[in-house]
């Protein structure tokens, strides 16, 4: 069975800081990885994915995660924080039935003006 | 484009009453459906999922039942709340040709 954890259920950055939101990953097949945001009192939005290829997936707002196998890990990070980049992000793994969605428990991001 | 609505997007019902949540997908045919639960300190949970009208599958126990009565329309249903039941419910569809899933807005459900 496939699993997320989520490192850090709130992390605090000022505006203008790198922004590094940590997940790793448990699959016994080749894992199908995302990275969702969601706001408050609204659905989830697709940040990036990882499927197959290029292990640094960029998506969008300027994030960026990078597969690494050897760590089992697929960390979410921006350059620089905005405002409005404060929200609740999602890590998550095809697990499910159906292709349906594991997710980790999701990690506010503060950003400090 | 495609969209997926969810209605209502709160509800505040009292402990041993109905419950029926409603998901509808337009611009595309055939996606698989899904429905997830958001609880307090507890991460998104799959709940049930579709991959045809009345092909409906569980993935943990509970008070809650689902039905897909039309290609693009999953509701969720339950004959008697707990309070357990309370929680941010969220539809979300995809296609055969992508990976990705798509999230309606969300029912906020209170149970009282």
């Known amino acids: 069975a496939q699993s997320v954890t989520q490192l850090g259920s709130h992390v605090s950055v000022s505006e203008g800081a790198l922004v590094l939101l940590r997940c790793n990953y448990s699959?016994?097949?080749?894992?199908?990885l995302f990275w969702y945001v969601q706001y408050p009192n609204q659905g989830l939005q697709l940040l990036l994915k990882?499927?197959?290829?290029?292990?640094l997936v960029k998506g969008i707002n300027g994030f960026e995660a990078e597969f690494k196998k050897s760590e089992t890990s697929f960390h979410l990070t921006k350059p620089s924080a905005h405002m409005s980049d404060a929200a609740e992000y999602f890590c998550?793994?095809?697990?499910?039935?159906?292709?349906?969605?594991?997710f980790g428990k999701g990690t506010h991001l503060i950003i400090q003006p | 484009s495609q969209t997926i609505h969810q209605w209502p997007a709160t509800l505040v019902q009292p402990v041993g009453s109905p419950l029926s949540l409603e998901c509808t997908v337009e611009?595309?045919?055939?996606?698989?459906l899904y429905w997830y639960r958001q609880a307090a300190g507890r991460g998104l949970q799959l709940l049930f999922y579709?991959?045809?009208?009345?092909?409906i599958s569980s993935e943990v126990p509970q008070n809650l039942s689902a039905s897909r009565p039309q290609d693009r329309q999953f509701i969720l249903s339950s004959k008697k709340l707990l309070l357990s039941d309370s929680g941010f419910y969220l539809c979300?569809?995809?296609?055969?040709?992508?990976?990705?899933?798509?999230f309606g807005a969300g029912t906020r459900l209170s149970v009282l």
């Open positions: 979300a569809w995809s296609s055969l040709r992508t990976d990705i899933q798509y």
């Open positions: 699959s016994s097949v080749p894992p199908y």
């Open positions: 990882y499927t197959t290829g290029a292990t």
């Open positions: 998550a793994v095809v697990g499910g039935g159906a292709d349906g969605l594991t």
């Open positions: 611009g595309t045919s055939n996606p698989n």
């Open positions: 579709s991959v045809g009208i009345g092909q």
